[in-house]
């Protein structure tokens, strides 16, 4: 396979990622370890920082370099100006997110020393987000738009509202079906890319992917239902890409992972992105590998997402020849081996 999809219910040109989902604040506390049950313990350090996989896929698509817009609700709580001040200075469209009465949703996250992490939701006013608030900004943004993005931390009826309206407005329908749950059989043909991770893709599917090969099987589940291209996550092995016309494994470039908090954020957003700019769906995986992998390399979620120069960067990076120096090349690409990548030699990327 080629690696190259037809969009051809696409109206090209139009440029823009609209981003349907959650905004929270992300308290996020780092210790060497995480307590056990009804422990507690003294951390290192806590950051109060932009979150939500909505906010952080429109962060991580505008840095990629996308006019993006976001269709969400915040709350009218003293967190309220922390989110939106936060949106606001990545260039992002906000017309659509609406102040609601009440509390912004909260993301309580506990990352360890070695950089796994679990986390408690609390949607608040991203339960409000409702299917006429979505009709109209899609109505609105969809001239402009090429992609619509998407997650399940909204309401489910929210969500698979903005996947119907999207995919009758012409755009690219992509479904990070995060956290899992179960969607009508009816919605996987209107979806043109799902991106799960493994435990996602277990949970819908019902088959436990581990490796390449399962997440290959799990995706057939996905391609039965009428959804053409399908891309399973897994972490530090990668993502496997599944069309009609087969699988393909893309490596994970090798970096030293701190934390792993938002790479599926990176990934999903320079995915929508580079889809937006009219790039292959082989040159958007290999865009969104790499942006996944710096993500891992920093802490925080949306504080951890790259820019585009960071990955523009790696992915241009020429292959060392061998000969050529005594060390490690600083990062090279090949079919088998996927991204090599060392961390101390990738230009800063903080904004
Ligand atoms: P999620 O955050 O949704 O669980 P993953 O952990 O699968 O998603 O990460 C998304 C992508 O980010 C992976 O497909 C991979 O390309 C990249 N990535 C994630 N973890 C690592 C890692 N430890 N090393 C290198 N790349 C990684």
Request: glycine share 10%; proline share 6%; hydrophobic share 45%.
């Amino acid at each position: 396979m080629n690696g190259s999809v037809e969009m051809s219910h696409l109206i090209g040109g139009r440029g823009g990622v609209i981003v349907v989902g959650s905004v929270t604040v992300d308290v996020t506390t780092f210790s060497r370890r995480l307590p056990l049950r009804g422990e507690t313990i003294l951390g290192d350090d806590v950051t109060l920082v932009l979150g939500g996989k909505g906010a952080n896929q429109a962060v991580a698509a505008a840095r990629a370099g996308a006019p993006c817009a976001l269709i969400g609700c915040v709350g009218s709580d003293a967190f309220q100006s922390l989110v939106l001040d936060g949106l606001r200075a990545e260039g992002i469209v906000l017309d659509h997110v609406r102040v609601m009465p009440g509390a912004t949703g909260v993301a309580q996250i506990r990352v360890d020393a070695s950089g796994e992490n679990d986390i408690v939701i609390v949607p608040k006013a991203n339960a409000l987000l409702d299917l006429d608030h979505v009709s109209e900004a899609i109505h609105d943004l969809a001239p402009t738009s090429s992609v619509m993005l998407t997650q399940l931390e909204v309401p489910l009826p929210t969500a698979i509202h903005a996947i119907r309206r999207a995919r009758a407005a012409g755009l690219i329908v992509i479904l990070d079906p995060a956290p899992a749950a179960t969607l009508p059989d009816e919605i996987w043909a209107s979806i043109d890319i799902v991106t799960p991770n493994e435990t996602e893709a277990s949970n819908i599917t019902g088959f436990t992917v581990s490796d390449p090969e399962s997440a290959a099987q799990a995706a057939r589940w996905f391609l039965d239902r009428g959804t053409q291209t399908v891309i399973i996550t897994l972490a530090a092995a990668g993502a496997v890409l599944t069309t009609a016309d087969g699988s393909r494994t893309f490596e994970a470039l090798r970096v030293e992972a701190i934390d792993t908090t938002a790479a599926g954020d990176a990934f999903a957003g320079y995915l929508g992105a580079a889809l937006a700019a009219g790039d292959s769906l082989e040159t958007s995986i290999i865009r969104a590998v790499a942006a996944g992998a710096i993500a891992v390399t920093r802490r925080g979620a949306s504080s951890s997402l790259p820019l585009r120069a960071a990955v523009d960067a790696l992915v241009n990076r020429p292959a060392a020849p061998a000969h050529s120096s005594p060390g490690p090349p600083a990062a090279s690409w090949s079919p088998t081996l996927g991204f090599q990548f060392r961390p101390d030699s990738t230009e800063s990327t903080t904004p």
